[in-house]
């Protein structure tokens, strides 16, 4: 009898060492501990689980887009994708329901180590943030899908291919993610800021994202502005404004990029707008086939948040008026044509106010550009473009400091006001 007591203790002790080690098996394949650990990875699309790293390894099951997996280790070599126009690595991985099988690197974001997020993530980089609108408490991370174009070298050790994702997965491990950056062979594209404000208004803070792109081979900003809401456990792309700005004939427009104010439920676009004028215009008394004459408008219209469908709504289409300025030299010339042998028709004074008609420029620099002026007796004349100031615009310091071969890299286009 005492031996029978001492073998079910025994067994009931293996038990509770046995119960125990699945218990911490369970606890350690926690997603949110693989976050904490950096080993995390997301599905970008609903994929395949196989047996082995090979398309004709056995299926061992299928999960859906935005699930969540461990990383165990990845193949040393890329291998082509089904359509045989990029390569990518086989990562083996661990999922929630404890299977291992291995995934193809075209379906699956890896998260990132803390040194290569980009400084702009860094203070969200493993945060845990609130989001009362249904989410909750969610953990932020990022991740990268990386791979190389066949028509690339792929000896070369930087991967020619990359996208990167800002993710959010929060207590009841549903995750959600937006693409913030690409690289790749015709262009990269990188996040100039990120924000969270309430902007519709609704209790929940809101992602404000400016992201700027180069085409490959230019040197020509194109950027934009996004801004995402959690709505139903998702995020929904609620704002959506290119703030790029086109001038024939220009790399870049004197006034960079469009300003964007946003505010709680209201958006203000605003900016200076130089369009190609027909030839022959009747403000202008003469022509020379070199030059180029662009028409000048304050451009500005607003969205309002549409509590009905989610989504902001234009509210005031674009309207156009007139460009006034100031002169900031004393004793400035105006000449009956541009460039400085045109004759001299008077001296306008400091701080004295005229209205902008045009602006003509002898070709892509700064220093050749003039502005076709109206005074106060209705007489016109060209003045140097950098001597003029325009007024009640944001960027009118923007366009003076490029007609004085100033920059400023650290200026915003994009302000949240009024938070």
Not at 156 to 178: C, G, M, V
Not at 201 to 214: A, I, K, Q, S
Not at 309 to 319: E, H, I, R, S, V
Request: proline share 3%.
């Amino acid at each position: 009898m005492r031996l029978y007591r001492q073998k079910e203790m025994a067994n009931t002790l293996t038990r509770l060492i046995f119960l125990l080690f699945v218990s911490l098996q369970i606890q350690a394949s926690n997603p949110i501990d693989w976050i904490e650990e950096e080993n995390a990875a997301i599905a970008l699309n609903n994929l395949t689980l196989y047996s082995d790293s090979s398309f004709s390894g056995r299926t061992v099951a299928f999960y859906k887009e935005k699930s969540l997996f461990k990383v165990i280790r990845k193949t040393a070599s890329f291998y082509e994708d089904d359509a045989q126009k990029q390569l990518f690595r086989w990562f083996q991985v661990e999922t929630p329901d404890h299977r291992i099988g291995w995934i193809f690197g075209n379906d699956l974001a890896v998260m990132e180590q803390a040194y290569r997020v980009p400084k702009t993530l860094k203070g969200y980089y493993k945060r845990e943030k609130y989001f009362p609108n249904h989410f909750g408490n969610a953990k932020i991370w990022v991740a990268s899908m990386e791979g190389k174009d066949l028509l690339s070298d792929r000896k070369r050790l930087k991967p020619s291919y990359r996208e990167e994702y800002l993710i959010f997965t929060n207590r009841d491990l549903i995750s959600d993610f937006i693409l913030i950056t690409t690289y790749n062979l015709y262009g990269a594209s990188s996040l100039k800021e990120i924000q969270l404000k309430d902007i519709t208004g609704n209790g929940t803070r809101d992602l404000v994202v400016e992201t700027e792109y180069f085409e490959t081979g230019t040197t020509k900003a194109n950027r934009d502005v996004e801004i995402y809401s959690f709505q139903q456990n998702q995020l929904e792309k609620i704002f959506e404004e290119s703030i790029s700005l086109e001038m024939q004939g220009r790399k870049r427009s004197p006034c960079g990029f469009k300003h964007v104010s946003i505010q709680p439920q209201t958006i203000r676009v605003e900016y200076i707008d130089f369009t190609d004028c027909n030839k022959g215009s009747e403000t202008i008394s003469w022509q020379i086939s070199s030059t180029q004459e662009y028409c000048v408008d304050f451009v500005t219209y607003t969205y309002t948040w549409n509590q009905d469908n989610q989504k902001f709504d234009l509210l005031y289409a674009p309207t156009r008026s007139k460009v006034s300025g100031r002169l900031i030299f004393p004793d400035t010339w105006m000449r009956d044509q541009p460039g400085n042998y045109g004759r001299r028709k008077l001296t306008l004074q400091y701080a004295e106010v005229v209205n902008v008609k045009e602006l003509v420029s002898n070709d892509d620099t700064a220093q050749n550009d003039w502005f076709l002026i109206e005074i106060d007796n209705g007489d016109t004349g060209y003045i140097p473009a950098n001597a003029l100031m325009l007024r009640q615009t944001v960027h009118a310091g923007i366009i003076n400091a490029y007609y004085n071969g100033q920059t400023q890299t650290n200026r915003k286009f994009v302000e949240l006001e009024n938070f």
